[in-house]
């Protein structure tokens, strides 16, 4: 299917990986196991799971990985949540992390539907 890097959804998730790894390491050093950990996963599960899509041989193996891409999306939006409501992640932190999470939910909502043909197949 091709080169991952060429995807301009996987250049904004990546970028959200970095920004995820420098906001967590000033998280509690009691939560390197625990919420550090799945923010961590599910921010790398985003490019990975576009990564290795891009590996199939076929638009609908594609369209399952970026699928996948989507939930872990999902997950990470309700842990920068958590994590703010719990205070270890600042106010003027949050909306950025937020706007980025909801810009490559709707970049993947976009490439799914391209490659799944319709709105919510």
Known sequence: ?????????????????????????????????????????????????????????SKREMAYFVRLSLGSTHELQYQFLLARDLGWISGDIYPPLEASAKEVRAMLEGLRRSMEGGPDR
């Open 1 to 57: 299917m091709g080169d991952f890097r060429k995807l301009k959804v996987w250049e904004k998730a990546h970028a959200l990986v970095l920004r995820t790894y420098q906001v967590t390491g000033t998280f509690p050093k009691a939560e390197t196991y625990g919420l550090v950990s799945q923010l961590r996963r599910a921010a790398v599960s985003i490019g990975s799971n576009l990564a290795e899509g891009t590996g199939r041989g």
